[in-house]
Structure formats: structure tokens, C-alpha cells
């Protein structure tokens, strides 16, 4: 009788321990505790959409383009700005300059060499050519005679501050010339235009001239840089 009792209490022990295993599954399921994934095969290769791109660094189409616009423009204006001719000093005023009359290589055989000279006294001018010569007389300064002739090949000659220029002069006695072509009377002075200016200075200067106009005593050169080779 005694071993009918062990056999059948090993079922029964058997039969109880599988009833408390189900039952603690059953709790670990519905507490939400699930067995791990098992790791994915593909977890470690790397993801080609994650690679970085190269895009990023490149300039936008527009910034390209524009840039690419800008760099002729700007090479243009500059080359615009180094071609541009420096602009020439303005032709010396009347007002500016002290005007005389000297120098030159002095008499000779009916002919007086000398200079008209121009010192600038202002800012920096140009002359460029000719200055006007001609005899005056009386209180009114009215022109006696012809102006004076003029020969040589004129040159802009820039003037800074104290610059002096001169043109050569040439004055002919009257009393040289036939006297029906030159009718000689007295003049009390020389009226002088620098070159391209209107207004003028009067030189008190006494002499003889050709009342005329068929022939002029007077002969003037164009303007050079710098005071006559010799004074008197």
C-alpha cells in the first residue's frame, strides 16, 4: 500500500509544478516583459542614405552665375578707370600771369631781339601757342599798325606756381620799311594777349611804328619753357 501512495504522487507533483510554470508565464506576458529581438543583420552595414553629399559645399547655380557675371563687370570698370587720359591743366588766365618784356639777345642792325615773359602767379595753367603783339598810342590805347607776325611751331608748356615761359620777340625799326608801305608815327607802347585769352596788359614802351597795317615791325614766336637765353 505504501509504494501505490509514492507512484502516485510523483504525477501529482509533476501535474503541479507544470500548473505554476504556465502560470508564471502567463503573469511575465500580461506584466508586457517580451524576449528580446534578435539583433538585425542589417544593423551594422552602413546606410546610404546616411552618407554625406557634396552639394552642400558648391555654390548655388544663382551665386555661380552671378558671380560669374561680376567678375567681367568688374575687370571692365577698372580697366575703365586706368584708361581714362589724366585731364590737362587749364590755360593760364590773363589774371594770373605777370607780363614783361626783356631779355633777348638784344640790338642789332635795325632789329631789337627780345622776350615777352610770363611768370604764373596762381595754380598750375598751360600755355599753348601765340601771344598777341601789337603797337598802341594815345590815352585810348588805340592799335597803331598791324599786329605781329608769327612764325615757329607752338607747344603746351605747363606752368606750376613762379613757372616762367616766354616767346621770343623781334621789333624792327620802322624807319627800315619803304616809307609808303609803313607811314612811320610814334607809339607809346606794346599791348600784349597771352595766347588764348581775351583780355590783355598794355607795356608802356616808346617808339616808332608803321601806321599802315601793309607791313608790321613786329614778329613774335610761340611760347617755350623757361626765361630768355640772355637779359639785358
Not at 178 to 205: E, H, M, S, W
Amino acid at each position: 500500500m505504501p509504494d501505490v501512495v509514492a507512484v502516485v504522487t510523483r504525477p501529482l507533483r509533476r501535474a503541479a509544478l507544470g500548473a505554476l510554470v504556465l502560470a508564471a508565464t502567463t503573469a511575465l506576458v500580461s506584466c508586457g516583459v517580451s524576449t528580446p529581438a534578435a539583433p538585425s543583420t542589417t544593423a551594422g552595414a552602413p546606410s546610404t542614405s546616411a552618407a554625406p553629399t557634396r552639394t552642400a559645399s558648391s555654390p548655388p547655380p544663382s551665386a555661380a552665375t552671378s558671380s560669374a557675371s561680376a567678375a567681367p563687370t568688374s575687370a571692365k570698370s577698372s580697366a575703365n578707370r586706368t584708361s581714362q587720359p589724366i585731364a590737362a591743366a587749364p590755360s593760364c588766365a590773363t589774371s594770373q600771369l605777370l607780363v614783361s618784356v626783356g631779355g633777348g639777345s638784344g640790338q642789332g642792325a635795325n632789329v631789337t631781339h627780345a622776350a615777352v615773359n610770363f611768370v604764373n602767379n596762381r595754380a598750375i595753367c598751360t600755355l599753348t601757342g601765340f601771344p598777341g603783339v601789337s603797337f598802341v598810342a594815345g590815352t585810348d590805347g588805340h592799335q597803331v599798325g598791324a599786329a605781329a607776325t608769327r612764325s615757329g611751331t607752338p607747344r603746351a608748356v605747363t606752368l606750376a606756381r613762379a613757372g616762367v615761359a616766354h616767346a621770343d620777340l623781334t621789333i624792327v625799326a620802322a624807319e627800315a620799311f619803304p616809307p609808303p608801305k609803313c607811314r612811320v608815327t610814334r607809339a607809346d607802347g606794346l599791348r600784349i594777349y597771352p595766347p588764348n585769352q581775351k583780355a590783355f596788359v598794355v607795356l608802356r614802351r616808346g617808339g616808332m611804328a608803321c601806321s599802315s597795317g601793309a607791313v608790321s615791325p613786329l614778329g613774335i614766336g610761340p611760347v617755350v619753357s623757361g626765361a630768355p637765353i640772355n637779359q639785358h
